[in-house]
């Protein structure tokens, strides 16, 4: 399965961004799909969210924990990264990332074995 990363860019303090991940090549309702994030100087990528293949289980890191939301579409082919209360310490290159299995527990970047191009997010004070 390909998947690209787009909706990144640029918002002060306190705003929001969606980010959507689309997805093809793949039957892409049986892959778990998880948001990444590598901050700026940091060689590896945090989990963010992930989601379930249904769409029925989330993970969220506790610093977004309230304030992202994910969300699929599998219809569309789509996951969808809905970041709100952004703050300064949010910013960073954002991927989507995907496992063929669809209730995967994966929260580090390693078991992943796709992955999008990454969308820069940055957040101004």
């Known amino acids: 399965v390909q998947l690209q990363a787009s909706g990144g860019g640029l918002v002060q303090a306190g705003g929001s961004l969606r980010l959507s991940c689309a997805a093809s090549?793949?039957?892409?309702?049986?892959?778990?799909v998880a948001w990444f994030r590598q901050a700026p100087g940091k060689k590896g990528r945090d989990i963010v969210q992930?989601?379930?293949?249904?769409?029925?289980?989330?993970y969220s890191a506790d610093s977004v924990k309230g304030r992202f939301t994910i969300s699929r579409d599998n219809a569309k082919n789509m996951v969808y990264l809905q970041m709100n209360s952004l703050k300064p310490e949010d910013t960073g290159v954002y991927y989507c990332?995907?496992?063929?299995?669809?209730?995967?527990?994966?929260?580090?970047?390693?078991?992943?074995?796709?992955w999008g191009q990454g969308t820069l997010v940055t957040v101004s004070s």
């Open positions: 990332a995907g496992r063929p299995y669809s209730d995967s527990a994966a929260i580090v970047e390693d078991l992943y074995d796709y």
């Open positions: 090549g793949g039957t892409f309702s049986r892959y778990s």
């Open positions: 992930r989601i379930n293949s249904s769409g029925s289980k989330i």
